[in-house]
């Protein structure tokens, strides 16, 4: 294969290659040792060296290189494992290249001409492959070329897919071609001589809509902070849509939200994105919604079947979809019947004779000693045995598990670690009682414990016996455990409410949690010990709300309970420290702890946190954000009454928040929630929506005639009160108000009701939603909600910088956005390590356990180095010199020392340069040529090098506060950020500036010399810099001779080292005040400095360029590396 030209600098070193084939420009080499007899000591030596070597550093045994006659440096160009494919290879140089090197006369010139013949090569086989893999590859070669035509932007943006379309300005329709890219949305038009082409980043947009007026009968409009458009199409509207969607949502979780938003393995890299990609992805996530799987499960096939259905006598017809660890299986209707068989739990997958009645039948057995039959599958056989190869692979792991752990249980103290203890009573305990009860894990339900603390009528027990033998009926028809038949039936059940018994097993049967807890015995037991004891920010949010989790309930009024849930929270959150811990974990895991075993508890909430509400726990709670801008156009759109009527949805979706993340426990009595949370690991969050539509509905002419926000929580909140059902043993209302017996005149004023008829009202009016309507809802609105945070994020960075600085707000905000565009430019086109580099340098956290505070963009050097050239005022003569100045600024700026500059320092910076009185200017010129911004090497300005010192200069260093490695908690961290902020305030007086050597001095007369440049008075200036030069040399003569005539007398007016002696006396050294002075004697200089300049202009001017320069900068580093 072609390879990027890498130089060598010995063509045969250690002789380690054999040459087989060359001429004059070309060598055809081989692996000495590769196809020679065995016996060969050399061979033997290169094969052991070559065998030793990583996968990622053997090398291929043939290769070609470029040589250069009369050098020693040669270029590998090509290598292969075949001889037959070098030579290829081979000839193609031959016929192609070789007889066209000879007309040269520069023999330099050959390996410019034949290495960009070969990157050519290679960029025409990645667009190959990359055709290859669409539907009709040469129209998609011919769109990737157009594309790169058109738009200039680097290799590295790989276009996705390309779609006729007409794009509207105003009434006036634009045809033209769409052409969608990993980070970009482009049009292209060219129609009657004229031209129009503009190019929208996925990170600008802010919305998606479909929309329809009397023109367009459909269209897609695309709305930035800026503008619209407006795209139709006779074809393809549906899939054009959902692939940007797709790609607005992966560009915009990837850029904005890479900390917090889970991101699929496949997307994380943007140059293997396809659009089968997308289209498998939008599968996937769907299929992942709709059985509430892992994650991380990947879907492998999708295959129309029908299954046997006991309880009907018939064949149900619908969709078998396998992952890397279940069979799951969805009716044709939506939630109809769904069938979900962890692999886990299969024993076998065979073929039964095919016959016309069942063909192409697969029986699947499980360890309940039942099987399923599937019939009607296509590809059966392939099917087949990819499902009983996976099936090995997953038992051959559950053995050697087991084998593991029996060892391990061979060594260790035969004594269970599980036990269960409780003490009802409240006397003070000792302390070592206390430490065995905060590490003791409970193996049984808190509710087993404390259920005779609130004793239940007889009807009340009757009714959970009725509900009991209902489910009885049910399981041994539709069949127990995890592969259990979920049906409308099921539903009607769900919606009476579990009974307490059952409630555990349900829950962890309907969200699979069963399995995860088999396949990973003992983990939770070893986080307890692991997380047990340790301090960190969030144990300590943990401790703060532990007796604020139910606190009516008996369970959560004793050591016992306090102490699992303190256990349950602890060990999730050093399980999964992104999110560590969240407000309203503690109503959930209470909740669960009272129904389900500790370590079952401990497992149904990582289900919840991390399956049934994906990204709801995050540190921005991107997730809740998310659904409630889903359910205010549900409102809309479902109840378009209400919506008239209210003019501000946002209200009511806001006051739905606490809804959502505790799934109605904290605003419905505690028996009527629990109710909700039976029905959400039924449902998942489509539970949720439909009830909180429901509860809209209920109490819609109220809402309606609402005269505020404060009027319409009161009505929401006295609904949901008042919400009961038959009242279970042993679970207390969660208000006192409402286990008491209500007053007449209550009653009067509040009708009574029941939580079941609300859910199953809900599931007759809203139960036509499904997961795919919402999955698709959330990929628009996520969209939304990660903007909203941007614009939060920008005016805060405003904010905080306007009261500092001389622009205007509107050019600031600009600014803003250059500097926001500039990361993300190294986000769309840097190497992968720089790209990742600059995404963990956009958060910014504090404390010891990193709680996220806030974005805060910040550039790196070259980043700077990029904006610097588009947005510095003056020329500066060479290119060498101004690429010096750029490092020096950057070095001046970065104030932290962490080789990043904030938009705070850079906004700062341009402010003096373009607001700044004169010797604001000067100063800051003058900065730019003394350390610490002048360094020893202006080719190498790294900030480890040491920067020029001098004695007759004060060395000021600032160590980092934790340069002693001590570890400090949070709070002593705060007490160190109230020091910074002191020390800042410090920083802000303005400090005399050290003295100027003659070399320095000479650097700034070089930098003035290249301002002027093209300036239309640039002979005056010239004449009056020369002026200012010739004074000031005079002036460091005079004080240099003083100097040297008078010891101590050396006129160090500012910044002078008190110890100073020999050589360091006598150096020649001006002031700042000094060359200040002698600039004001020449007025042609001082009109310069004073002369207003246009930084909208400049701005306007660098939104054009900075595309296309900085695109360049990145092709030209790549290539050099």
Not at 479 to 492: A, L, N, P, S
Request: charged share 25%; with cysteine; hydrophobic share 40%.
């Amino acid at each position: 294969m072609w390879l990027n030209p890498e130089e060598v600098l010995l063509k045969n070193a250690l002789k380690l290659w054999v040459t087989e084939r060359s001429n004059d420009f070309f060598l055809l080499q081989r692996r000495r040792g590769h196809g020679e007899p065995t016996g060969r000591i050399t061979g033997l030596l290169v094969g052991a060296l070559d065998s030793v070597l990583d996968s990622n550093a053997r090398v291929t045994p043939f290769r070609i290189l470029l040589q250069i006659p009369g050098s020693q440096t040669s270029w590998v160009i090509a290598s292969g494992v075949a001889i037959e494919e070098v030579n290829r290879h081979w000839d193609w140089l031959l016929h192609n290249l070789l007889h066209s090197l000879s007309v040269f006369e520069n023999k330099e010139d050959v390996a410019s001409f034949v290495k960009g013949k070969v990157k050519g090569l290679i960029a025409e086989e990645v667009r190959g492959r990359q055709a290859a893999q669409e539907d009709d590859p040469a129209k998609f070669r011919e769109a990737l070329l157009k594309f790169e035509l058109h738009f200039g932007l680097p290799s590295s943006e790989k276009l996705v897919t390309y779609y006729s379309c007409c794009c509207w300005k105003g009434r006036v329709p634009r045809q033209g071609f769409l052409y969608l890219s990993i980070n970009h949305l482009s049009f292209y038009s060219f129609l009657l001589g004229k031209e129009v082409k503009f190019v929208i980043p996925w990170a600008e947009v802010t919305r998606l809509e479909r929309v329809s007026t009397g023109l367009m009968t459909d269209a897609i409009r695309v709305s930035t902070r800026l503008r619209q458009r407006e795209f139709s199409m006779f074809l393809n509207l549906d899939e054009a849509f959902g692939v940007i969607g797709q790609l607005a949502d992966i560009a915009l979780r990837r850029l904005l939200d890479s900390e917090g938003l889970e991101l699929d393995r496949v997307l994380q890299q943007p140059a293997r994105i396809t659009k089968r990609i997308l289209e498998e992805q939008a599968l996937r996530e769907y299929v992942l919604a709709l059985f509430r799987l892992p994650r991380a499960e990947k879907l492998h096939e999708v295959a129309s079947c029908s299954v046997w259905t006991p309880h009907a006598r018939c064949h149900t017809a619908g969709t078998l979809y396998t992952t890397d660890s279940y069979l799951c299986f969805s009716s044709r209707e939506e939630g109809h019947c769904v069938l979900l068989l962890p692999l886990s739990e299969i024993l076998s997958i065979e073929k039964a004779e095919s016959t016309s009645l069942l063909p192409n039948p697969v029986i699947v057995s499980v360890r309940t000693k039942k099987a399923f039959q599937l019939i009607e599958l296509q590809d059966r056989d392939e099917l087949v045995e990819n499902l009983n190869s996976r099936l090995r692979a997953l038992q051959w792991k559950q053995s050697m598990f087991r084998s593991r752990k029996d060892g391990k249980r061979s060594m260790s103290n035969p004594t269970p670690y599980y036990t269960f203890y409780y003490d009802t009573s409240y006397s003070d305990e000792e302390e070592i009682e206390e430490q065995v009860l905060r590490n003791t894990v409970n193996s049984e339900a808190l509710m087993t414990a404390f259920h005779h603390n609130q004793p239940g009528s007889n009807s009340n027990k009757s009714v959970e016996q009725m509900k009991e033998q209902l489910w009885e009926e049910h399981f041994s028809e539709f069949g127990r455990g995890v592969h259990m038949f979920r049906t409308e039936k099921t539903q009607r059940l769900v919606a009476m409410g579990i009974p307490e018994s059952l409630r555990g097993e349900l829950w962890m049967t309907l969200s699979d949690t069963s399995s995860e807890l088999e396949s990973h015995r003992g983990y939770y037991a070893g986080l307890v010990q692991m997380a047990m004891g340790q301090s960190s920010l969030a144990t300590d949010e943990i401790e703060r709300d532990l007796h604020r989790s139910l606190p009516d309930h008996p369970a959560f009024q004793n050591p016992t309970g306090i102490a699992a849930l303190r256990r349950v929270l602890t060990a999730y959150a050093h399980r999964n420290p992104k999110i560590g811990y969240c407000q309203s974990m503690n109503i959930l895991a209470s909740v669960l702890l009272l129904y389900a075993k500790e370590e079952e508890a401990f497992w149904l909430l990582v289900a919840v946190c991390e399956r049934m509400l994906p990204d709801y726990f995050n540190r921005r709670v991107i997730g809740a954000q998310v659904d409630q801008s889903v359910f205010e156009e549900l409102i809309t759109e479902r109840l378009p009454e209400l919506a008239d009527r209210v003019p501000d949805l946002s209200t009511l979706s806001s006051v739905s928040l606490s809804w959502f993340l505790t799934l109605f426990l904290s605003v419905l009595p505690f028996h009527s929630a629990v109710c909700v949370v039976d029905c959400f690991f039924f449902h998942g969050i489509r539970a949720i929506f439909q009830l909180g539509l429901a509860v809209l509905e209920a109490n819609a002419e109220e809402l309606s005639s609402s005269t505020d926000d404060g009027q319409a929580l009161m009505i929401l909140t006295g609904f949901l009160d008042q919400v009961g059902g038959e009242q279970l043993s042993g679970v207390p209302s969660s208000s006192p108000a409402a286990s008491d017996s209500s007053s007449d005149a209550d009653i009067l004023a509040v009708r009574h009701t029941n939580i079941t008829d609300l859910i199953n009202e809900s599931y007759e009016k809203f139960g036509d939603l499904t997961v795919r309507q919402i999955e698709r809802l959330r990929c628009g609105h996520r969209i939304r909600v990660l903007q909203a945070h941007e614009d939060n994020a920008k005016e805060n960075a405003l904010r905080v910088v306007t009261s500092e600085i001389s622009i205007s707000p509107e050019v600031l905000a600009d600014i803003y956005d250059l500097f926001k565009t500039e990361h993300f430019i190294s986000l769309y086109w840097g190497d992968r390590s720089s790209a990742a580099a600059a995404e963990a340098a956009a958060w910014h956290y504090s404390g010891a356990g990193r709680s996220y505070l806030e974005r805060l963009y910040r550039l790196d050097r070259p980043q700077f180095k990029s904006l610097y050239g588009l947005l510095v005022p003056w020329p500066a003569g060479s290119n060498q010199h101004a690429d010096t100045l750029a490092n020096r600024t950057f070095t001046l700026l970065d104030q932290e020392c962490n080789n990043l500059v904030t938009f705070r320092e850079f906004a700062g910076w341009l402010d003096i340069l373009y607001c700044g009185e004169l010797n604001e200017k000067i100063r800051l010129l003058y900065r730019l040529h003394i350390p610490p911004a002048l360094t020893e090497s202006e080719d190498d300005p790294s900030l480890m090098k040491s920067p020029l010192l001098s004695t007759s200069r004060p060395l000021y260093v600032n160590l980092p506060s934790d340069a002693e490695g001590e570890v400090k908690d949070y709070q002593e961290q705060l007490k160190q950020m109230l020091q910074d902020l002191a020390k800042e305030k410090e920083r802000d007086v303005e400090k005399p500036l050290p003295l100027m050597n003659q070399r320095e001095f000479i650097q700034f007369c070089k930098t003035l010399y290249g301002m002027f440049h093209s300036d239309p008075e640039e002979s005056d200036l010239f004449q009056a810099i020369a002026t200012v030069t010739s004074l000031v040399l005079q002036i460091g003569e005079v004080g240099h001779r003083a100097a040297g005539s008078v010891p101590g007398a050396g006129g160090q007016m500012e910044g002078n080292h008190a110890g100073s002696e020999g050589s360091a006396d006598d150096e020649w050294t001006v002031s700042y005040a000094q060359i200040l002075a002698s600039l004001l004697t020449e007025q042609a200089l001082v009109n310069f400095f004073e002369t207003p300049l246009d930084l909208s202009a400049k701005i306007a001017e660098a939104k054009e360029k900075q595309y296309h320069q900085r695109a360049g900068l990145l092709t030209l580093q790549q290539g050099t590396r």
